[in-house]
């Protein structure tokens, strides 16, 4: 399929073939991961019709969103963007974008039940029909989003590259990328992306993970982490057997807009402690797999991580201790300082 084929073929699938999430045959396009305790409150809020056509793969909100300028591609039926808006609050605004019309219908005819339901006196949100491809076709404007967030939605798209170019185009200095995909284990090959169920189930348009990392790397993105990743069961026979040996994984991913980021972890000596001051986050915070910050105690940690938590909107939730003014070479993952009593985190 060419890529006008690919969209038209994707509206298909997500505007007329399936009826809900239900209809789906993999867990690719499911929500496998667990709601965080305090999003359960505000999904028991939002309208079943708008839950019971939502498709994703994770449930990538990252916290801190206050007052935020929030931006969800493909928003289909506005689940994530309306949890995102009670989260961002009347101070903020959350933006949703799709290109399938019967799915931004639903989310759309639900803005007046949902603002008067979480008791806001205006609605805070706003819905557009358009291409994650090209943000700057619908009016978004460069360094105007303080977090895009996306689920089980990029995979989907036949220009990658683009997709994530417009990203950090519209991502404010220091502004977050927070989204789940799904992902490949090898280059999924032509036949099978030429293969319209395939690729509407969200499997044989994911990215080959180098891949990703080599796309992020052009864009100037040269650290992103992964926050969790789960293997994709695909429950249909038919399916396994046409997809091989190629294995999917469902991946959390959090990167920032930062232009202080290298391309390997290096070491200036410098700790962060974290203060416990996030909400819902009092006694730790978990920036990717491998970074849980315990309240109060100090981590050592590579200059990128350092930046991740001082030059972004975590910075007043953290202490830092040190500046890149020494350079002691790569971040050793096994070093502990003897006269502190911070933890090595391998980045």
Do not use: W
Request: proline share 4%.
């Amino acid at each position: 399929m060419d890529h006008t084929d690919t969209i038209e073929s994707v509206k298909d699938y997500y505007g007329k073939q399936l009826e809900g999430s239900d209809d789906l045959k993999t867990s690719a396009c499911c929500p496998i991961d667990a709601i965080p305790v305090e999003h359960r409150a505000i999904l028991e809020q939002i309208d079943d019709e708008i839950l019971s056509r939502f498709y994703g793969c994770g449930s990538p909100i990252p916290p801190l969103l206050d007052g935020s300028v929030v931006l969800d591609l493909g928003c289909g039926t506005g689940r994530d963007v309306y949890m995102a808006s009670y989260l961002v609050g009347e101070k903020g605004l959350v933006i949703g974008v799709d290109m399938t019309e019967e799915q931004l219908k639903v989310a759309k005819r639900h803005v007046k039940s949902q603002t008067e339901r979480f008791g806001f006196a205006q609605p805070n949100v706003k819905f557009y029909h358009g291409y994650i491809e090209d943000l700057n076709a619908i009016g978004i404007a460069d360094n105007s989003i303080d977090a895009v967030i996306s689920n089980c939605v990029i995979n989907l798209s036949p220009n990658k590259e683009a997709v994530f170019a417009e990203i950090f185009r519209v991502l404010k200095p220091g502004g977050e990328l927070y989204f789940s995909d799904v992902f490949a284990s090898r280059r999924v090959p032509q036949h099978l992306k030429d293969d319209p169920e395939l690729y509407g189930e969200c499997l044989s348009g994911a990215l080959y993970t180098e891949d990703f990392r080599r796309i992020m790397q052009r864009l100037g993105c040269l650290d992103h982490r992964i926050v969790k990743k789960s293997k994709i069961q695909m429950m249909n026979a038919e399916l396994e057997q046409r997809v091989g040996n190629i294995d999917f994984f469902s991946v959390t991913v959090r990167a920032f807009k930062l232009e202080s980021l290298e391309d390997i972890c290096e070491d200036y000596g410098q700790a962060a402690t974290y203060l416990g001051t996030i909400p819902d986050h009092p006694h730790s915070f978990q920036l990717d797999d491998h970074h849980i910050f315990e309240t109060g105690k100090p981590m050592l940690v590579c200059g990128n991580t350092a930046a991740m938590v001082s030059e972004t909107r975590y910075a007043k939730h953290f202490r830092l201790g040190g500046d890149r003014s020494t350079h002691f070479g790569p971040f050793d993952c096994g070093d502990t300082s003897a006269d502190t009593d911070a933890i090595a985190a391998c980045c």
